[in-house]
Each structure stands twice: as C-alpha cells, then as structure tokens.
C-alpha cells in the first residue's frame, strides 16, 4: 500500500499524461499499478489507508493486555503463549505471532497508554462464585440452597442450609473445595439482600459487622490459599 502523496502522483500524472505507461514512467511505478488506482477512482473505492486486516490473536488481545498489566510490563512471550494454550480457547497462531502481540502490548503499557476498564475475564480454575437461592420450608423454618460453581464450567455444588451466618459460609465453601478437589484463586461472592434493603438498615447491618471484624461490603472477592 503506497503512502497518499504517492498515490496522489499517480492519478495527478495520469491526469497529465492519459496513459498507464507513460504516467509509470513519470512516477516510477508500474503501469499495472497506475491502472488499480485510476479504477479505483473512477469507481469511487479508492483508498488511501491501509486495510486493517484480522489477525488471529486479535480475539485473545484483551487476555494479553490483562496479563502485562497485572505484570507491570514483565511477562514474557513463551509464557503467554503457554497460558493461552492452557486457556483451551483455541488459539492456533504461532510464537511468532503472540510476541509481536505482546511486544506491542508492553509498548502501551510503558507509554501510558492503557485500558482504564476491562471486561471481567474469567480463566479455568482461576475464579469459583456463590450464590443464594430459596429453599424449601423444613417444620415451618425457611431455609435456602447454597450454591457455587467454577467459571467456564458446568460443575456445581449446591447445598442446603438453614441460614447465612459467617460459620455455615465457612463450611460450604470448605464442603464445596472438596468437592472441587482444589482450591481456585479467587472467590466472589453473592450479592447482600440488605444492600437494596433502605439506608437505616444496610447501616444498621454494615455498623454490626465493623463492629464483628467484617468489612461493610454488599459483594466481597476474597483470595484463596491453597495452605
């Protein structure tokens, strides 16, 4: 693709000249070429910018800039080209391709010019949430179904119990890692009712758990340890 001045020369020495031949020896290129841009033209399809054209890592441009983010500029190439063989999306482009992708991912990050909001990208085994449903009425007493599953995974635990305080929480999450057979990195957790619930009492509840050492959070991430 040949800059606009020089295409501007082109069509300006055919205009002068009427003839392929002769306007590709004025401007050096070959009257082949004279010919497409004259077309071009004359069918109004000319352009004088290249065609941006889809790669195949475009796709997979929002996991990468993530990871040079989170790793500050540091993250190699082979190491991105391993995650997304372990992501399993079904990325088949070459090394070649992703250090180009990486390289100009990292030129952003260094000069400042990065996303300030990214959609939430999930990766297998790296985030599990939970959720609360209704359960049925047991001799009267309300009860409800605890409920977790991992992201980009069908598998789910669900278990009933009679309430939500901060000890029955503890044992389904321990009950629902040992069904997983591990521990994800990070879990989110559901949303709190009493967050829509009116201002008086959402501080009323956030005020008595600073008091017990919670955070006053209506929806809580927290970081799992494997130990």
Do not use: N
């Not at 606009?4 to 082949?32: K, N, P, V, W």
């Not at 540091?74 to 079904?90: F, I, S």
């Not at 939500?164 to 389904?172: R, S, Y």
Request: aromatic content about 10%; glycine content about 8%.
């Amino acid at each position: 693709m040949k800059k606009t001045e020089a295409i501007m020369e082109i069509l300006a020495a055919y205009d002068l000249t009427q003839s392929f031949r002769d306007a590709a020896e004025l401007t050096g290129c070959s009257h082949h070429t004279v010919a497409r841009y004259v077309r071009a033209r004359d069918a109004g399809q000319l352009q004088t910018t290249p065609v941006q054209r889809s790669q195949v890592i475009d796709p997979f441009r929002d996991y990468i800039e993530t990871w040079v983010d989170e790793s500050h500029g540091r993250v190699r190439a082979d190491v991105v080209q391993t995650k997304l063989e372990t992501l399993g999306l079904g990325y088949a482009g070459s090394e070649r391709t992703v250090r180009r992708a990486v390289a100009e991912a990292k030129g952003a990050y260094r000069s400042g010019h990065r996303r300030r909001f990214r959609p939430w990208l999930p990766e297998p085994g790296l985030w599990f949430q939970w959720d609360y449903a209704d359960g049925p009425l047991i001799e009267g007493r309300k009860t409800w179904l605890f409920c977790a599953w991992l992201a980009w995974s069908r598998f789910r635990v669900v278990l009933p119990v009679r309430d939500k305080t901060l000890p029955t929480v503890i044992a389904c999450i321990d009950t629902t890692l040992r069904r997983f057979g591990g521990a994800p990195t990070y879990g989110l957790s559901e949303q709190r009712e009493d967050a829509h619930a009116g201002p008086h009492r959402a501080h009323r509840r956030a005020a008595s758990d600073h008091r017990g050492g919670r955070p006053p959070l209506w929806s809580d991430v927290c970081q799992l340890s494997a130990g």
